[in-house]
């Protein structure tokens, strides 16, 4: 069964950092590439970031450019670390996966496609 699950939201005060993480099991981590979603309340889903496997691409969404940094343990894991948290970053989080390589285009348009998802994990940034 494949797994991806987030870990690391909480709340937080605008400023401050958080780190997220997606442990991804139950498939072959080389052969999917992964991406960041989040998706606040009345919002749609908006792509935040991926990192392609082949060439070492990351994108990021123009909202969180400088401030957030993705990251993999090329293991089974990839990290998010969001910088300077604005209450405008406040959303549901996910994790999902791609086989490889990710279409850069559905991530910048919210995740159609994508293989797997996560549950999500809450951030809240307050003001």
């Known amino acids: 069964e494949v797994q991806l699950v987030e870990s690391g939201g909480a709340l937080v005060q605008a ?3 958080l780190r997220l993480s997606c442990v991804v ?3 072959t981590f080389d052969d999917y590439d992964i991406a960041w979603f989040r998706q606040a309340p009345g919002k749609e ?3 935040v970031s991926c ?3 082949d060439d070492g691409l990351t994108w990021y969404g ?3 450019k400088g401030r957030f940094t993705m990251s ?3 293991a089974n894991t990839v ?3 969001m910088d300077n948290l604005e209450p405008e970053d406040t959303a549901v989080y996910y994790c999902a996966a791609q086989r490889a390589p990710i279409t850069l285009t559905a991530v910048a348009i919210g995740g159609f496609g994508m293989d797997y998802w ?4 809450q951030v809240t940034v307050s003001s």
Do not use: C
């Not at 996560?118 to 994990?121: A, V």
């Open 25 to 27: 099991s139950g498939l």
């Open 15 to 17: 400023g401050g950092s």
């Open 79 to 81: 990290y998010l670390q």
């Open 62 to 64: 123009d909202s969180v």
């Open 72 to 74: 993999t343990d090329n």
């Open 118 to 121: 996560g549950k999500g994990t």
């Open 45 to 47: 889903r908006q792509g």
């Open 51 to 53: 990192l392609r496997h």
